[in-house]
């Protein structure tokens, strides 16, 4: 039975190696292409468009490791090839391949948290749940 409501920071979280590392209490999810154009000689036009690869911009707000990612020693700045996974009520989002590109902290005692984090993944999988 799907969940009702939008997703909460428990639905919304960092993976890496089959653990959750982090919860995160927002995101903004780009897909961005771009093209490249054709031209022959003797146009005064491109005469196609090619559609380049595919790339997913995310920018993250508000994560905090878990308590066994910190136990591990997690550093966010060292992460790479991790995922983000979004639970909602009638689908599951995984943007896979993750590479950090800005990272901006800052923290309380006793809590390791990242205001603002933003990533780049190589893919993109929904599946219904």
């Known amino acids: 039975m799907a969940k009702?409501?939008?997703p909460t920071s428990s639905d919304i979280y960092l993976e890496a190696e089959?653990?959750?590392i982090a919860v995160v209490q927002s995101y903004k999810a780009t897909a961005r292409r771009s093209e490249q154009v054709v031209e022959a000689f003797g146009e005064s036009e491109p005469v196609a468009t090619i559609a380049t690869q595919l790339t997913y911009k995310i920018e993250l707000t508000r994560l905090y490791a878990t308590a066994e990612a910190v136990s591990d020693g997690i550093d966010?700045?060292?992460?790479?090839n991790f995922s983000l996974v979004i639970v909602k009520p009638d689908r599951r989002v995984?943007?896979?391949g993750c590479q950090w590109s800005e990272i901006a902290e800052s923290g309380e005692l006793s809590r390791m948290v990242a205001e603002r984090v933003t990533i780049t993944a190589s893919?993109?999988?929904e599946t219904r749940v």
Do not use: C
Request: charged share 35%.
């Open 123 to 125: 893919k993109r999988v």
């Open 94 to 96: 995984a943007y896979t």
């Open 18 to 20: 089959g653990k959750k």
């Open 4 to 6: 009702a409501g939008f």
């Open 76 to 80: 966010f700045h060292r992460l790479k």
